[in-house]
């Protein structure tokens, strides 16, 4: 076997590993699904599986990773077509974010199950590797626009990020209180708002 045919082999199987144990997880949590049912539905052995992810917890991460990536890939593509200047990006970003948390998926994965299989620490990184990056690009538009308040782009978007990741979990508790969440972070985002000629 050709060592291009033997990494497509290991892409594919690692793809399926990913996409079988995303299914589960989502449905049931990583706690309740164990590594023999991720293996049967993919349609791998045990030692493919290993393989890939020498622990369960190795898979969990990807799985992870894969969610956070495409919720910041949705975040980034609605602010693209919906914003009107930076400043109403920051506010729309709320409200398109808290939205996307509403899905179940979402929540079991990034919001439940991330924080305690990973522990904070690790979750938090892959978080910041993913959003982080989109807040601090929007952060520092709305100040070079005059929009908001000259601060440092990094702390801000850091403070915005924990500010959103609290909402999110507010939002997990009761997704009724979606609106009220993001009225009240729409609120706080204002405080940052430079009036016209400030």
């Not at 030692?47 to 369960?56: D, E, I, S």
């Not at 109403?88 to 398109?96: F, K, P, Q, T, V």
Request: one cysteine or more.
């Amino acid at each position: 076997m050709t060592v291009n045919k033997q990494a497509e082999r290991s892409a594919s199987t690692r793809a399926k590993l990913i996409r079988a144990a995303r299914a589960l997880f989502a449905r049931r949590g990583y706690a309740d699904v164990p590594t023999a049912e991720i293996v049967r539905r993919a349609g791998v052995t045990r030692g493919a599986l290993y393989h890939q992810f020498p622990a369960k917890e190795d898979l969990f991460l990807a799985v992870y990773e894969q969610v956070e990536q495409e919720l910041t890939g949705h975040v980034a593509a609605q602010l693209g077509e919906e914003a009107d200047g930076p400043f109403a990006a920051l506010r729309d970003g709320i409200r398109i974010f808290l939205e996307a948390c509403r899905a179940p998926e979402v929540q079991r994965i990034v919001l439940i199950d991330g924080p305690s299989v990973l522990g904070w620490e690790r979750w938090r990184e892959v978080a910041e590797r993913y959003g982080l990056g989109l807040i601090e690009a929007v952060v520092a538009g709305a100040i070079e626009a005059g929009e908001i308040a000259p601060l440092p782009v990094a702390t801000l978007a850091h403070l915005l990020m924990g500010a959103l990741d609290e909402a999110a979990l507010l939002v997990v508790r009761d997704p009724s209180g979606t609106d009220a969440v993001a009225s009240t972070l729409e609120r706080l985002l204002d405080g940052l708002r430079l009036a016209p000629g400030e």
